[in-house]
């Protein structure tokens, strides 16, 4: 079945993918996916894409449990300006307030996921270092400040590979000693499009499932095994190759299904500039020499966790605003 | 009254030693400490000497919990050679397996105490980061090889101003998760002397006592707290400037004494050359230009960091070898 | 033409390998490129290759000037053992010596390529920082010590975007001004095939040319700019995208001709497996998860700079065995 | 001769202050010294001393080479805050460009000293890896953007024992191959009171003499070694351990000489917490529990790195404002 067939170059598990909005994307030539919701809003500096998903069908089709998925796409993020990146953690501090229970005593506990020593995995344990840490000052502060500033608390634990213990495990057992009211863990992601890379924020009220993210976390991280809600905040930083080679093949098929023609004769007609441009279409827009994940991976990391810790300082704490929100970042 | 007057200048709290050993000399003047026992072993590369601490009043007066302390001293370990740290190593090992539990499965949990972004705080995060880290594996690990191998896991938590969460929280947490048989505890100290300065590696059987260490916890880290036994580990990395200021008086008065004459007059006669030797008294031996933690503490750092993960891998597992133990080194 | 279709997949520029022996082997099919030699020499922990490229032909078909280039393979380097990787870097030791003036006075200036701040061009600073350093000492050193100890000297300059000034401007003033006999320079390298990623070394006489290396330096460092013999020793760290990409269209293609079938039809009839055959047989053997570079690529640059690092101090210092050659290491 | 007892106390080799304004302080007490002038200006956020020596006399007095010094202190920087910074760093940047050739175009070329590795020596480096660099980019940029825009190039080039090659003959080299119009060297220093650590920011026109710094240059970088002006910009890091012990004999002399009597007796009175104060005289106001270095180290040199790198890139590019100046740091 021809449906059947195309199925296989666009299943979900060839494109590795943790963006909810690419999983959709994926599916979206087909008509829409019943019980997925998705919309768009363009600002000036960023795009803002919500995508729903409310059934059992749009969770197996698109891969990504039952919840809420915000996606704030900027490409201007890659030129390193500080100014816009103020404005899109602003725009991101909105949008994960979204999601937060609206309610002024909220203890925050911040999980960042991720092993510091893996460049692309470090975005979790950048974004700790750079929050505004308030739990421990919490009780010597007067009443009327204690509106402004919520108490926040946070670590990174490192990976299975270096701990010998499950992430989920160590994150149960603070929860259980300190009791916070909700968890966001911050996580590096990987997706199928190398423009998604070091240009995007997610965040959702699923939580983070097992085998998510960069380093693949086994066990989950999530409402059911927390009992309090959970949301999670990623940034894509990698793709996968077998997702650059799969593309490949992908577009390959797609010019072919268009032209009707036998491949052989098309790949032996066309010059090596035709095949350099579909090549280049597969990886392009690209970071710089694109190497999967951009050669200047360190800077981009850094960059982004000043992004989404500024955005987090400004969620967290309505009694401080933008300017200093960033004015605690390492 | 001269013995009230004399402890002035000798008192605990102007000290500020996280040494045992440190603490029994300022009193070792005094014709011993009632219920403190001492003994010194020389070695041809380093010198172990054992405090053991068993009357509340040797608590008292050394400022340290009842138990046992055990010191290796190894001038060596400032030339930056790798034989003589395997050798080091291995008394390490050998000193550590004294105090654990001899049992032959035995669930490790090592606790790297300290702040991956303070150098001279840093060293337990480093130590953690050098373990061979088992406990993942270890359903999938043959029985046989199992003997050999223990199950360890760790964790760097980070601290307090960090976090927002007492490192004792958080342990008890993990601990009451995972369910350790023992927990050692990894942490850099402070000495009074600067020749102890990245010499000296002490292991206790009495756990981490609240306020001691370069990073002042605030929660103890010990059998109390988390009801199983906890060793710990550490590594002096500064001297307190306020101690070397104090030592500097305390020389002075000594002088004085001894002398019978009045200050100003010797201090009058002293010439350039006195003074400087009574300051290099003070401060002698010192580590390169000394600046209370030395210049290079970032590669002195990395090295004790090898020199106690590689101890504690050949402590751990009996089915490795010493070559083994730091094959695993990052 | 049928030969000029088929360079389209096979040229150089689509390759954009560094090793010398990568672009041999895409030419090997066609009978051997005319002044070009290839030995190969299996040992039990590696394979030495000896490229000798000696005609204007040879240098154009593989897009590497004339000279030696030894490639010295040993997959084995990936699972992080401190002896084989001892092994290793002894036999490097005697390749980089083969390509080494046969005299004892010789002062070498090691030139670091590379930015310490992007992970995969690392490699070379972090060489620098583990070599034995002598240049400063020798004049103190008596005579007979000397014979025992060369003059090593180094930098690691950074690259262009972070100095402003090309890498060979800078290293031609030092040359200028402290006259080496010979300069010996370290690089992160890109290979065609992902199996090459930090398992393979390469040394050449050739120095380094314009536009080669991970960070594309502009000025060529080598015997024509610098007057002095050029030695380069490089570590592939990454294979570009676009080579993964590339490769993959070549590998269908491939299959395609053998085929002699309409591809449509193959693509069509063939199950996902198969599919996911054909991309793996394009990207494996991988490393781990692979994201063209490894998300591992942290520990293995540092693994690698001890490596080379340690076979260079073995190489040039006579009077230092394997073990001493390895204490220099941070 | 009392004069030249006095002497021994505040001899510039036991003060080992890189600061002019320090070993001015030392000799206030005397009536001035000849053809040394100084004048202060208070600011809100800051206080700027200006030292001139002039004289023969002078020079030998104060340790330091004839010519101008400029501090700013500036207490608030320790608190971390990023607009404060910011306000500073356009302080340093007025008083950088008085020092500065009055001319439009002007080549400049920073040189970072110290050692990446050894925390409290890093801030040149660090300062180098967050300057906006131009040089490479100059010929491309049209003539109305290089009014700007001013050609910047910079290099880190490591410490002695790390390179083998005195600094000044690694600057000499490259000085002599790009040819700019101006040196600017940037160091970490050593200061005599602790309360100028991370407050304070020297800059000279006397470049950098040698053995001073915190990594002790041997060979000078001035106009006399490189035929060119030779600004000198420094951060006091550290206070030496002698200097500190020093200081504690020096204070107590000096209570000692008011109070005419036995020293013995003084200090036999002095209760325990009467010695406290005194000692805390000397090392208060300290950086939290002070080391000599303070703890937290590593966060300081990386504000100061951005203030020093922000502010240079004020007064480098005139067309580049403040808020700009500040984006483009790491």
Redesign the interface.
């Known amino acids: 079945m021809v449906m059947n ?1 195309k199925r ?2 666009f ?1 979900a598990s ?1 494109a590795r993918t943790d963006l909810a909005l690419e999983a959709h994307e994926m599916h979206s030539g087909q008509g829409g996916v019943p019980g997925v919701h998705i919309s768009e809003q363009k600002m000036p500096d960023a795009t803002v894409t919500r995508v729903n998903i409310s059934s059992p069908q749009g969770e197996e089709m698109l891969g990504k449990p039952q919840g809420n998925y915000i996606t704030i796409e900027a490409r201007g993020l890659r030129e ?4 816009l990146q103020e404005r899109i953690a602003a725009i991101f501090a909105e949008e994960l307030q979204r999601l937060m229970p609206q309610q002024d005593r909220l203890r925050i506990f911040v999980v960042g996921l991720g092993n ?6 470090a975005l979790g344990p950048q974004v ?2 750079n929050l505004l ?5 919490h009780d010597d502060v007067p009443t009327d400040v204690q509106g402004g500033l919520r ?8 990976v ?7 992430t989920g ?2 994150i ?7 009791k916070p009211d909700i968890v966001i863990a911050v996580d590096a992601l990987a997706a199928r499009h ?1 423009d998604r890379i070091f240009t995007t924020i997610q965040i959702s009220d699923t939580g983070i499932s097992p085998g998510s993210g ?1 380093g ?1 976390k086994r066990v989950g991280i999530n409402q059911q095994t927390l009992s309090i809600p959970v949301l999670a905040v990623g940034v894509p930083t ?5 997702t ?6 992908e577009l ?2 797609k010019q ?2 268009r032209e009707e023609q ?3 004769e ?3 007609e ?3 500039q035709d ?2 441009r ?3 279409e ?2 392009t827009p ?1 970071v710089g ?5 951009p ?5 981009y990391i ?1 960059d982004f966790a000043k992004v989404v810790a500024g955005g987090m300082n400004i969620a967290f704490h309505p009694g401080i605003d933008s ?1 200093q929100a ?5």
């Open positions: 067939r296989h170059f299943s060839d390193r300006n500080r100014q510091w020593n893996a460049t692309p995995d700790v270092s840490i308030t739990r421990h000052l108490s926040v608390c946070a670590i990174a634990p490192g299975l590979g270096l701990t010998g213990i499950e495990e160590i149960m057992g603070i929860v259980q000693q300190i190398v960069v693949h990698v793709v996968h190759a077998v650059i080679a799969s593309n490949t093949v390959l098929v072919l299904r036998a491949f052989y098309i790949i032996a066309m010059g090596e095949q350099q579909l090549i280049n597969v990886l690209a020499s694109l190497m999967v994940t050669k200047e991976i360190d800077v850094e300017e960033f004015s605690y970042l390492n």
